[in-house]
């Protein structure tokens, strides 16, 4: 299982950014997958989830109303749309899925929201 997480950068308050997670080594289709965020001295959060075929997504809180999960089965990637960025955004992003009870990361996308 490999996970490939791009997209990242410096943005100003209020910018998007669209993060993608490039999947390979399971039949992606079959599995939920989920983005989370670090921010420094903080414990890694649950940011969105989709399902398998994409019909059901969850949000954490802070991020409700302005982030959006989407994937793409053919082209094995998972996205995050984030609009309306804030300072507090600020983290690294790393895309997850569990297969067979094993959780697997990327290496994450550094997003840093600043002016």
Do not use: H
Request: charged share 15%.
């Amino acid at each position: 299982v490999q996970l490939v997480e791009s997209g990242g950068g410096l943005v100003q308050p209020g910018g998007s950014l669209r993060l993608s997670c490039a999947a390979s080594g399971f039949t992606f289709s079959r599995f939920g997958m989920m983005w989370y965020r670090q921010a420094p001295g903080k414990e890694r959060e649950l940011v969105a989830a989709i399902s398998s075929s994409g019909a059901v997504t969850n949000y954490g809180d802070s991020v409700k109303g302005r982030f959006t999960i989407s994937r793409d089965n053919a082209k094995n990637t998972v996205y995050l749309q984030m609009n309306s960025l804030k300072s507090e955004d600020t983290a690294v992003y790393y895309c997850r899925v569990s297969v067979v009870g094993i959780n697997y990361w990327g290496q994450g996308t550094q997003v840093t929201v600043s002016s």
